[in-house]
Nanobody, 112 residues
């Protein structure tokens, strides 16, 4: 079954930017909808962005206008561009599709 490896997280100051990558172990062309999720400390995992096909995207209200999801099927990779980061964006970020296996995620910490 396809597995994902997330990368690109780190420590960033409020207002900063990060670009997360999620690389799959298999071709993702047949996975129509991919999502980025995050789990903040003490909270449940939530969906923050979703891409259907190549161009149809949806975002949680909390990240709309600041985050951009994209995918490159040729590289089996899904990206999350995050701008104007806020402290409440802190958490572990994962990519996945419905019914998929969760990876290790990548830690994002927004702090001054």
């Amino acid at each position: 079954q396809v597995q994902f490896v997330e990368s690109g997280g780190g420590l960033v100051q409020p207002g900063g930017s990060l670009r997360l990558s999620c690389t799959a172990s298999q071709n993702i062309r047949s996975i129509y909808t991919m999502g980025w999720y995050r789990q903040a400390p003490g909270k449940q995992r939530e969906l923050v962005a979703r891409i259907t096909g190549v161009t149809t995207t949806n975002y949680a209200d909390s990240v709309k206008g600041r985050f951009t999801i994209s995918r490159d099927n040729a590289k089996n990779t899904v990206y999350l561009e995050m701008n104007n980061l806020k402290s409440e964006d802190t958490g572990i970020y994962y990519c996945n599709f419905a019914g998929g296996i969760w990876g290790q995620g990548t830690q994002v910490t927004v702090s001054s």
